[in-house]
């Protein structure tokens, strides 16, 4: 009873919280009151064109009513917007790294599961080589399929994916080289991190493209995924390490030197002791930069990569869909929300969970702990 009056308490005070924000001052009644008007105007015509009058399905467009939504384009063309033109027959590659994916996160969120610990390592660690070696072959028996094929959703996820893994520890080590008491190391990385920044995103999209292959030595080329991909690893490792670097800077001094009292080297220290509380502490920062990378590799079709967002132009002009740009700009839309705000609400669990106040008050109050599980 204790617990659910508390939980009844906090729900009024979160409700109470709300009300004040969007009614307390006469300004705030007005802009709510305005939004709550033209939602009631916008959503029963959208409910109307999307449901109502919407096709859901047919085997072609004669069956689409005009004034409603024709979703059976996205069903016809569904192939090229998620997989793009990878092989048909060898989808079920992509659908099994996509598995295998939810699979570990689930495992590695899931509080009670005795394994988490190997969950977590094998996400981190064996998960990017599997997911490769199944998309990209390499697997005993899988194919290879060139990147060139690569397109659709598929292609914004991969490439979200790599980009990230790329640019966290880079940006890691760009933060520890702008601390750096060495000028010359610390100009250098304050350089190359105002540079990047300093860079529009699409200028650095025709540089992965035109100018990076000029810069690496003879014979060794990258194909166009791969040069954006290290463009991007580039661009982003800036705004990953100016991240870092304010959780460096929040960890107390005194962590260190007490994990050098205690008889660890300096990089052994930063590594076991600063490293995971700054990481902790910037989580916020390189989740949101992340969320800003995964909706800007839309912007790799002005480069003729073919993603999500260039399958849905490249099929309203097909003659038979002319004048459906609506219904694949909403589903495009929708894909990027659910996988924002998915990752947006795995943040949130991470950080609530290593909160060093709530894992102490959870220590210290065991009939709490007992009745979570």
């Not at 099929?315 to 038979?320: E, G, H, L, S, Y």
């Amino acid at each position: 009873m204790r617990h659910l009056s508390t939980a009844a308490r906090q729900a009024r005070n979160g409700l109470n919280s709300v009300t004040k924000a969007l009614f307390g001052t006469l300004a705030n009644a007005a802009i709510s009151l305005g939004m709550l008007i033209l939602f009631a105007m916008v959503v029963p015509a959208f409910y109307r064109w999307a449901i109502t009058s919407g096709t859901l399905s047919s085997a072609d467009r004669k069956a689409c009513v005009e004034g409603g939504a024709c979703w059976i384009f996205l069903r016809l063309r569904f192939q090229d917007l998620i997989y793009g033109g990878y092989p048909v027959d060898q989808v079920w590659r992509v659908n099994a790294a996509g598995l295998l994916l939810a699979i570990l996160i689930a495992g590695a969120f899931f509080k009670t599961n005795p394994w988490r610990q190997q969950f977590i390592l094998l996400l981190c660690i064996a998960y990017p080589l599997v997911a490769a070696g199944l998309i990209a072959g390499g697997l005993p028996g899988l194919p290879r399929v060139e990147t060139r094929l690569w397109g659709g959703f598929m292609l914004n996820l991969v490439l979200a994916v790599i980009v990230v893994v790329g640019a966290v520890p880079l940006g890691l080590l760009l933060a520890e080289a702008r601390r750096a008491k060495d000028p010359t190391v610390r100009v250098l990385a304050v350089g190359f991190i105002e540079l990047w920044r300093a860079t529009p995103l699409v200028t650095v999209l025709f540089m992965g493209i035109f100018i990076l292959p000029f810069a690496l030595p003879p014979g060794f080329g990258l194909n166009k995924f791969l040069s954006v991909a290290t463009a991007l690893i580039l661009f982003n490792s800036a705004y990953m390490a100016e991240a870092i670097r304010g959780g460096l800077q929040a960890v107390p001094i005194g962590q260190l030197q007490a994990a050098e009292a205690l008889g660890l080297h300096h990089w052994q220290s930063r590594f076991l002791v600063v490293w995971p509380q700054a990481i902790r502490l910037s989580l916020p920062s390189i989740v949101n930069t992340a969320i800003d990378l995964f909706k800007d590799t839309s912007l790799v079709v002005i480069v003729g990569l073919f993603d999500v967002l260039g399958a849905v132009q490249q099929a309203v002009k097909d003659p038979k869909w002319l004048g459906l740009a609506t219904e694949g700009y909403i589903f495009v839309a929708s894909l990027f929300f659910v996988v924002c705000m998915t990752l947006s609400a795995m943040s949130k669990a991470i950080e609530r969970e290593l909160d060093p106040a709530q894992r102490n008050a959870a220590a210290s109050d065991p009939q709490s702990d007992a009745a979570a599980h």
